[in-house]
T-cell receptor
Framework: GAVVSQHPSRVICKSGTSVKIECRSLDFQATTMFWYRQFPKQSLMLMATSNEGSKATYEQGVEKDKFLINHASLTLSTLTVTSAHPEDSSFYIC??????????????FGPGTRLTVL | KQEVTQIPAALSVPEGENLVLNCSFTDSAIYNLQWFRQDPGKGLTSLLLIQSSQREQTSGRLNASLDKSSGRSTLYIAASQPGDSATYLCAVRGDNQGGKLIFGQGTELSVKP
């Protein structure tokens, strides 16, 4: 398998501020990273797919100006929640893949980031 | 549009029981199906991945089956233990969806000692 980390693991912020979450692939180069959101007792919903060096592809209903995604290198993708509001409070999980390296193009998931907006 | 459903939503069993978790999907054109475990407040741990050409995969006390034509998969857990308590998620990857996974709602399993 492969290791994906996220930082921070938990963040509390005031309404109106911006928060940046990092997703790193530690022992492989990830050409594609995915960002998911999970509300309590609910499943993971894909927010966007990011490929290194290109703009992210957002799922329908996800505001690209609110959730800024940058995938500037093969080991790092960032999700910035701009002007956060209480309804943005959620568990954010990233995953990473490298199609040519791993059989079946498997995705490897990070440990998640708990965002609480006051 | 692919939809994934898991039944039951929650399950409580005594330690030692064998149990089956169900996952169904509406579009049979999948590339693979994956079962994950999620502990409270944590990320996902991959348990088993079944390619569309495969019928089942086994790992220890876990066995996952796939019937693509009927749009169903089951996760069988033998001799359940309290440490198996977690939420189990299944996810499918479509043939032409660029690698993205569609998740079910999960089954919350509680194994009582």
């Amino acid at each position: 398998g492969a290791v994906v980390s996220q930082h921070p693991s938990r963040v509390i912020c005031k309404s109106g501020t911006s928060v940046k979450i990092e997703c790193r692939s530690l022992d492989f180069q990830a050409t594609t990273m995915f960002w998911y959101r999970q509300f309590p007792k609910q499943s993971l919903m894909l927010m966007a797919t990011s490929n290194e060096g290109s703009k992210a592809t957002y799922e329908q209903g996800v505001e690209k100006d609110k959730f800024l995604i940058n995938h500037a290198s093969l080991t790092l993708s960032t999700l910035t929640v701009t002007s956060a509001h209480p309804e943005d409070s959620s568990f954010y999980i990233c995953s990473a893949s490298f199609p040519d390296k791993f059989l079946y193009n498997e995705q490897f998931f990070g440990p998640g980031t708990r965002l609480t907006v006051l | 549009k692919q939809e994934v459903t898991q039944i039951p939503a929650a399950l409580s069993v005594p330690e030692g029981e064998n149990l089956v978790l169900n996952c169904s999907f509406t579009d049979s054109a999948i590339y693979n199906l994956q079962w994950f475990r999620q502990d409270p407040g944590k990320g996902l741990t991959s348990l088993l991945l079944i390619q569309s050409s495969q019928r089942e995969q086994t790992s220890g006390r876990l066995n996952a089956s796939l019937d693509k034509s009927s749009g169903r998969s089951t996760l069988y857990i033998a001799a359940s233990q309290p440490g198996d308590s977690a939420t189990y998620l299944c996810a499918v990857r479509g043939d032409n969806q660029g690698g993205k996974l569609i998740f079910g709602q999960g089954t919350e399993l509680s194994v009582k000692p």
